[in-house]
């Protein structure tokens, strides 16, 4: 059974950063994407970076320059450093991963997700 589970998150003043990591438990594939998304109250959820194993990489424009999306695949682990962070940033951060079909940041084409965890950032 696929599990992910997401760690990570908490709360942090405007400008400074946290790490958010994704352990994959019961997924193998040659041929995948994994990403992150967040979901604000009120609103939808929305892609924030992706990771496929032909190395395609996403990034939504709103993270561009400021968060990094990578994977330590001795440890099967999705990881995401958020660096600069704003208060906009603040939702509940979901880590996802699907076999390699349609768009990374595709979020109705991804099979499996963790239960989330929070991130807030204050002004």
């Known amino acids: 059974q696929v599990q992910l589970v997401e760690s990570g998150g908490g709360s942090v003043q405007a400008g400074g950063s946290l790490r958010l990591s994704c352990a994959l438990y019961?997924?193998?594939?040659?041929?995948?994407?994994m990403a992150w998304f967040r979901q604000a109250p009120g609103e939808e959820r929305e892609g924030v970076a992706g990771?496929?194993?032909?190395?395609?990489?996403y990034y939504a424009d709103s993270v561009k320059g400021r968060f990094t999306i990578s994977q330590d695949n001795a440890k099967n682990t999705l990881l995401l450093e958020m660096d600069s962070l704003k208060p906009e940033d603040t939702a509940i951060y979901y880590c996802?991963?699907?076999?390699?079909?349609?768009?990374?940041?595709?979020?109705?084409?991804?099979?499996?997700w963790g239960r989330g965890t929070q991130v807030t950032v204050s002004s």
């Open positions: 019961g997924f193998a594939s040659h041929s995948y994407c």
């Open positions: 996802a991963a699907k076999i390699y079909t349609g768009l990374v940041s595709d979020s109705g084409t991804y099979s499996h």
């Open positions: 990771i496929c194993s032909d190395f395609t990489t």
